[in-house]
């Protein structure tokens, strides 16, 4: 196991204890002194935990090396628990909503709201640090599992904050003003927390489906990639390019044009050359390299890529079929 590997399982781990303890103090506190908005967060960190474990699960298997059964590898395991993870956080939102809209409609007396602010604020301070560190390892590894976890807690960093704050209000109302009803502010609170957590399920699920249907990489690591095939002086053009990305390997596929009497080796060594750079640039890369011999005249296809110089660049281009 490299050392890469287990530093994404210990800090997946971390996660895992962080917000089982978080699960436990919430629903005691939130209990205790009757907030809907610290059993929503309770929830939230719940379905948190539900996420982290899935990650832990997703970066020791995606890690797996390719097999017979699975020539491409296990990559797309992550993105494949980022869209279980975001399912999942839709289902917690609604349910705080409901829960929410239940108590704004009831007369409910909340106490020792000073407890509830002590939990909120201790909250932020653990997930701020645990998905800093989870943001850290997810980036260097480009694990998305390890990414969208550390998405998940810098979210409870904020609504934990929204809810503390609302909680604040709430403990100097009561003691600044004993007879005014401002309880009404805690489930609003918690409606806040629900629709910030639907807006992060929602970017977490177009970027698994994204992934999970083979959608190109980002427009400037495609640059970087032509960029890197031009500085090739033996390659007279390329074309045909075509990326993916299953979790953290990127698929690149393309076909180079090179001189009809160059040798075999020699242009086994430029494809070698090609895979080495492209793979400095973008480690965990899977390259298919396809070549072919340039007779100086481009098809349509080719005409993009054509590193020829100008005055050996052909006048007439065949139609591609």
Same mark, same amino acid.
């Given at each position: 196991?490299?050392n890469l $590997?287990q530093r994404?399982e210990r800090?997946?781990m971390?996660?895992i204890?962080?917000?089982?303890s978080?699960?436990?103090f919430?629903v005691i506190v939130?209990v *205790?002194i @009757?907030s %809907?908005?610290?059993?929503?967060?309770?929830?939230?960190?719940?379905?948190?935990?539900?996420a982290?474990?899935i990650?832990m699960f997703?970066v020791?298997t995606?890690s797996?090396?390719?097999?017979?059964?699975?020539?491409?590898?296990?990559?797309?395991?992550?993105?494949?628990?980022?869209?279980?993870?975001?399912v999942l956080?839709f %289902?917690?939102?609604?349910w705080?909503?409901?829960?929410?809209?239940k108590k704004?409609s009831?007369? $409910?007396?909340?106490?020792?709201?000073?407890w509830?602010?002590v *939990?909120?604020l201790?909250?932020?301070?653990?997930?701020?640090?645990v998905?800093?560190?989870?943001? $850290?390892?997810?980036k260097e590894?480009?694990?998305?599992a390890?990414q969208?976890d550390?998405?998940?807690?810098?979210?409870?960093?904020?609504?934990?904050?929204?809810?503390?704050? @609302?909680?604040?209000?709430?403990w100097?109302?009561h003691?600044l003003?004993?007879?005014?009803d401002?309880?009404?502010i805690?489930?609003?609170?918690?409606?806040?927390v629900?629709?910030?957590?639907?807006?992060?399920?929602?970017?977490?699920i177009?970027?698994?489906i994204?992934d999970?249907?083979d959608?190109?990489?980002?427009?400037?690591?495609?640059?970087?990639?032509?960029?890197?095939?031009?500085?090739?002086p033996?390659?007279?053009g390329f074309?045909q390019?075509?990326?993916?990305k299953?979790?953290?390997?990127r698929?690149?596929?393309?076909?180079?044009?090179?001189?009809p009497?160059m040798?075999?080796l020699?242009s086994?060594?430029?494809?070698? @050359?090609?895979e080495q750079?492209? @793979? $400095?640039?973008f480690?965990?890369?899977a390259?298919t390299?396809h070549?072919e011999?340039?007779?100086?005249?481009?098809?349509?296809i080719c005409?993009?890529?054509?590193l020829?110089?100008?005055?050996?660049k052909?006048?007439?281009l065949?139609?591609s079929?």
């Amino acid at each position: 196991m490299t050392n890469l $590997q287990q530093r994404k399982e210990r800090v997946a781990m971390l996660s895992i204890a962080s917000n089982s303890s978080l699960v436990v103090f919430k629903v005691i506190v939130g209990v *205790v002194i @009757g907030s %809907v908005s610290i059993i929503s967060e309770a929830i939230h960190s719940g379905m948190d935990l539900l996420a982290s474990i899935i990650a832990m699960f997703s970066v020791k298997t995606s890690s797996v090396p390719a097999d017979d059964l699975h020539p491409f590898g296990h990559g797309k395991i992550e993105n494949i628990s980022g869209f279980v993870e975001a399912v999942l956080i839709f %289902v917690a939102a609604f349910w705080i909503i409901f829960e929410a809209l239940k108590k704004l409609s009831s007369s $409910q007396v909340m106490e020792y709201a000073g407890w509830g602010v002590v *939990v909120m604020l201790f909250s932020s301070v653990v997930n701020y640090i645990v998905s800093r560190k989870l943001f $850290q390892v997810g980036k260097e590894a480009d694990s998305i599992a390890l990414q969208a976890d550390a998405c998940h807690l810098r979210t409870d960093v904020y609504t934990s904050a929204g809810v503390m704050a @609302g909680l604040g209000i709430i403990w100097t109302g009561h003691k600044l003003f004993p007879a005014s009803d401002i309880n009404w502010i805690d489930p609003v609170a918690a409606l806040f927390v629900a629709v910030l957590i639907l807006r992060a399920a929602y970017n977490l699920i177009a970027q698994s489906i994204l992934d999970l249907i083979d959608v190109k990489l980002p427009p400037e690591e495609e640059d970087c990639i032509r960029n890197i095939i031009s500085h090739q002086p033996a390659i007279n053009g390329f074309h045909q390019l075509r990326t993916r990305k299953a979790g953290n390997v990127r698929f690149v596929e393309f076909h180079i044009k090179v001189d009809p009497q160059m040798s075999v080796l020699d242009s086994h060594n430029i494809t070698k @050359g090609l895979e080495q750079n492209i @793979g $400095q640039k973008f480690p965990e890369s899977a390259i298919t390299i396809h070549i072919e011999p340039c007779d100086g005249e481009c098809e349509d296809i080719c005409a993009a890529g054509c590193l020829l110089p100008e005055e050996k660049k052909p006048r007439v281009l065949k139609n591609s079929l």
